[in-house]
C-alpha cells in the first residue's frame, strides 16, 4: 500500500482525499443524524471541514452502507440555511424580522419571558415540545417538569405512541419480532427498504434462508415481490382484515389453545365477535380477496414460530387507529408467539426507545415532578386513554387549546425542531402558533416555523457534539465531535442544560452536564460512558445477559388483569368498546356515501420515499434533485377517466382543501386510491385535512384513509 502511495503525487493523493500525513485528512468516526437508523460515518475531515463522507464497515447494524441521506450530509452540515447565532424577532412595520444577539442576549430574554408567563398564568401555560432528533427527549421532559408544566410533548404524539398504546392495551408491554428466529413474519403495513434500511438487510437475509413472508398493506413496496403472499387491503380496513384472519384461525382450531386457556381476558366475547368477519364479508370490506385471507391465516397461524412487524405509524394513522392496531397485535396471543423465541419478544427498552433489554432508570429521569402535583396535561380531557398509557401530553391538541383557552390557556412555547406542517389542519396550527405570547424554536435551519418563533437557537448537527447510540444489538457509540460548530451552533442538551440553569431550577443532576446524567440512567445496567470512550466507531457491550422468553409465566402480564386482554379493562373503564372493533374511517366510500359522490377516490398519505425523512432533506440538492416535483400516485385508469396523462398538473382537493401536484401514474397504488407523499413545503398535504379529523382514544390524525378526488388543473 505504501509503494502505491509513492506513485502519487501529493497533489494527487489530495485530490483522492486520501487520508494520510502528507494530505492533512483525517478520518473521525460518528454517526448519521438525519433519521432514526443512525448509521454509521466516516467523516474524511481537512483543515476542520468534513470533505468527504463513507459509511463505517466496522459497525454491525448499518455495515458501511449509506443511503441518499447518509451520502448527502456534507450539504445537510453546511446547508446555507444553516442559524449560526441565535435570533430574537424585532417586530418594525409591515415585517417581523429575525437579528442576531449573543447567546447571553438570548437566554436573558428566553428566562426572563418563561418566568413571567410562568408567574401569571403558571407553569402549565408553557409548552416544551419536540420533534426531532430524539435523544434529547428525556433531557427536555425533566426540564419541562421541573419548571412544573405538565406539557411536555413531541411528535410521538403522531407516530409510534398510538402503537404502543395499542400494544399496552392487550399486552401491557411491547413485543419486537424475533426476525433472524421466526419462520413466518407478518409485515403490516412496514417498509424497511424505505424507512428503515438497515433493517433490511437482515429481513433479505431471513428470506433467503427460508422465512415466509405475508405482505399487508394497499401499497406496492420493494418487499412485494419478495412476499410469499401479499393482502392489498383498501386503506384504514386494518382491522376488519385481523379480524378476519382471526375468524378463520378460531374456526379452523389453528390457535394456541393452552397459551388462550390459561394467559387471555376475554377470548369468548372476542371469539363470538370474530364470527362476524368471514372471509367474504372481510373481502367486502377490505378488497383482499377470501382465498388470500384463508392461506394467510393458515401460514401465519402453522408457522412456528411466527411474528408480526408493524411501521411505527401506517396502521394507526387512521381515525380508527388503536383499535385497529389492537386487532392486529392480537394475532400474536392468539397464535401463542408472544415473548417467544421467533415471536414478538420482550425486551426492556432503553435510549431512547431501543429494545436492548437494558436496565436503565430513564423514566426516573424524565419523571421529576409527578403529574398528580401538576395541571392537567394537554388533551387529557379529550384523550384520558392516552394520558393514562403515555406519560406526555397530546400534542395534536394543542392548537384546539390555544384557541378555546380551556382548562388554562397556552400562552408559551419551547420548542426543539418544531414543524408545524405535522399537524392535520396543518395551517390551523400555525395560524394557532401565531397566536402565542411567546415562542422559542431551536433548530439548525431557518424552517417555516422557525420564522414564527420570537427567539431561534441554532443547534448542532450529529457531527458537532456528543451523543449516545446504542442499537437494539446492543452494539454502542459515544460520538465525539468531528468539525467545530458551525457558527454558534449548540447541542441539544447543552442548549437544555443551560436553560435549565437559567430558569434556576438548581437541578443538581442536570448540572453535572450530559455525560454524568447517562451514567445515572444507565447505573442498573452497570455501563458507564467511559467504557466506551476508547472505541470511537463503536463496540458491543459485553457481559450484559438478554431477557428471557416467556416472562409472563413468572411475573403475568401487566395489565389489569394480569393477562393477555382481547377486552381491554382500560377501555372499558374509559367508556370504549373493549373489544377490538373495527368501525369505518371517518371519511370512506362506506362511512360517507354522500362525500364519496363528489371525492370517490381514497387518499393515503405519508409514505416516504428513501432520499427523504420527514421534511428535512428536502432542502438538499443531491436528495431533491432524485425527485423533484411533488406528486401523487394514481392509478392508470382513475387517471384515464379523468384525462390526466404521466406528468399532468392537477388539484389534489377534499372535502376541506386543495393542493397542485403532478401526476405519477402507476400501478403502485390500487384502483381507486391516490397516494400523495409527505413533506413537500409547495404541497402541503397535510392542509387537506380537519384538525379534528383523528382518533377518539389517542388523538392520532388520519393522514392514510380520506377521501378526495383529482383533476386536471385548467389555466
Known amino acids: 500500500m505504501m509503494n502505491m502511495r509513492s506513485t502519487f503525487t501529493a497533489k494527487q493523493l489530495r485530490d483522492g482525499k486520501i487520508p494520510g500525513k502528507e494530505t492533512g485528512i483525517e478520518i473521525r468516526k460518528s454517526t448519521c443524524g438525519i433519521c432514526l437508523q443512525n448509521c454509521g460515518i466516516n467523516a474524511y475531515v481537512k483543515d476542520g471541514t468534513i470533505i468527504k463522507i463513507e459509511g463505517t464497515a466496522e459497525n454491525p447494524d448499518t455495515g458501511g452502507t449509506l443511503c441518499p441521506k447518509g451520502a448527502a450530509n456534507r450539504q445537510y452540515v453546511y446547508h446555507p440555511d444553516r442559524i449560526h447565532t441565535p435570533l430574537v424577532k424585532k417586530a418594525s412595520k409591515g415585517s417581523d424580522r429575525l437579528i442576531p444577539v449573543s447567546w447571553e442576549a438570548a437566554m436573558d430574554i428566553f428566562s426572563t419571558r418563561l418566568l413571567k408567563i410562568r408567574e401569571e398564568s403558571g407553569p402549565e401555560s408553557v409548552v416544551f415540545f419536540t420533534g426531532f432528533p430524539k435523544r434529547l427527549r428525556p433531557f427536555l421532559q425533566r426540564l419541562a417538569h421541573g419548571f412544573g408544566s405538565p406539557n411536555y410533548c413531541s411528535e410521538s404524539s403522531t407516530c409510534y405512541f398510538a402503537t404502543a398504546m395499542a400494544n399496552h392495551l392487550n399486552y401491557g408491554t411491547v413485543g419486537y419480532p424475533d426476525v433472524a428466529n421466526t419462520k413466518c ?146 394475532l400474536i396471543g392468539l397464535t401463542g408467539n408472544f415473548d417467544r423465541k421467533g415471536g414478538n419478544y420482550v425486551q426492556t427498552t432503553s435510549y431512547y426507545h431501543q429494545p436492548t433489554g437494558l436496565p436503565t432508570r430513564e423514566r426516573e429521569f424524565e419523571q421529576v415532578r409527578p403529574f398528580e402535583a401538576m395541571a392537567p396535561r394537554i388533551g387529557q380531557d379529550v384523550h384520558p386513554v392516552w394520558c393514562k398509557l403515555v406519560t406526555e401530553a397530546q400534542s395534536m391538541h394543542i392548537p384546539s387549546q390555544i384557541n378555546s383557552e380551556k382548562p388554562y390557556p397556552i400562552r408559551a412555547m419551547v420548542g426543539f425542531g418544531v414543524n408545524y406542517r405535522m399537524w392535520p389542519g396543518s395551517d390551523y396550527m400555525r395560524d394557532s402558533l401565531k397566536k402565542l405570547d411567546f415562542m422559542v424554536d431551536v433548530d439548525l435551519f431557518l424552517t417555516d416555523t422557525a420564522k414564527l418563533a420570537d427567539l431561534v437557537l441554532p443547534a448542532c448537527s450529529s457531527f458537532e457534539k456528543h451523543d449516545l447510540r446504542i442499537w437494539p444489538s446492543r452494539y454502542a457509540i459515544w460520538t465525539r465531535p468531528v468539525i467545530s460548530p458551525v457558527g454558534e451552533a449548540r447541542s441539544d442538551v447543552d442548549i437544555i442544560i443551560h436553560m435549565a440553569d437559567k430558569l434556576g431550577l438548581n437541578d443538581s443532576l442536570l448540572s453535572k452536564g450530559h455525560e454524568a446524567c447517562l451514567d445515572w440512567i444507565f447505573e442498573p445496567a452497570g455501563f458507564k460512558i467511559k467504557d466506551i470512550k476508547d472505541h470511537p466507531e463503536g463496540c458491543f457491550l459485553k457481559d450484559m445477559q438478554r431477557a428471557p422468553h416467556e416472562k409472563y409465566k413468572t411475573n403475568g402480564f401487566p395489565t389489569p388483569s394480569g393477562k393477555m386482554e382481547f377486552t381491554s379493562s382500560i377501555l372499558e373503564e374509559a367508556g370504549f368498546d373493549p373489544l377490538p372493533k373495527y368501525t369505518e374511517p371517518m ?50 385508469e382513475d387517471a384515464q377517466k379523468r384525462g390526466i396523462a404521466q406528468g399532468d398538473t392537477v388539484n389534489l382537493s377534499t372535502p376541506k382543501s386543495s393542493i397542485t401536484v403532478k401526476a405519477e401514474l402507476t400501478h403502485k397504488v390500487p384502483l381507486g386510491v391516490v397516494n400523495m407523499l409527505h413533506g413537500y413545503p409547495e404541497a402541503d398535504v397535510n392542509l387537506l385535512i380537519e384538525p379534528d379529523y383523528r382518533d377518539p382514544v389517542s388523538g392520532f390524525p388520519g393522514f392514510k384513509a380520506l377521501l378526495c378526488e383529482v383533476s386536471l388543473k385548467t389555466v
Open 185 to 330: 413474519l407478518l409485515v403490516w403495513s412496514c417498509n424497511p427498504f424505505h424507512s428503515g434500511t438497515s433493517r433490511a438487510r437482515g429481513l433479505l437475509q431471513a428470506i433467503d434462508n427460508g422465512m415466509k413472508v405475508i405482505e399487508v398493506g394497499p401499497l406496492i413496496s420493494p418487499l412485494t415481490g419478495r412476499a410469499d403472499i401479499h393482502l392489498r387491503l383498501r386503506p384504514g380496513t386494518s382491522g376488519a382484515l385481523a379480524l378476519g384472519l382471526a375468524h378463520v384461525i378460531i374456526k379452523e382450531g389453528r390457535f394456541d389453545r393452552n397459551f388462550v386457556d390459561n394467559w387471555t381476558k376475554g377470548f369468548a366475547e372476542y371469539s363470538s365477535y370474530v364470527q362476524e368477519f368471514s372471509p367474504a364479508t372481510v373481502e367486502a370490506i377490505t378488497s383482499v380477496p377470501a382465498e388470500s385471507i384463508v392461506r394467510a391465516a393458515r401460514l401465519f397461524a402453522d408457522s412456528k414460530p411466527a411474528a408480526i412487524l408493524s411501521g411505527a405509524s401506517p396502521t394507526v394513522h387512521h381515525t380508527n387507529a388503536v383499535q385497529n392496531h389492537r386487532a392486529i397485535t392480537a
Open 587 to 636: 371519511l370512506s366510500p362506506v362511512s360517507s356515501p354522500a362525500v364519496a359522490e363528489k371525492f370517490p377516490l381514497v387518499l393515503t398519505t405519508g409514505a416516504r420515499l428513501p432520499m427523504f425523512f420527514h421534511s428535512r432533506t428536502f432542502r438538499l440538492p443531491w436528495t431533491r434533485r432524485l425527485r423533484p416535483d411533488a406528486m401523487l400516485e394514481i392509478h392508470p
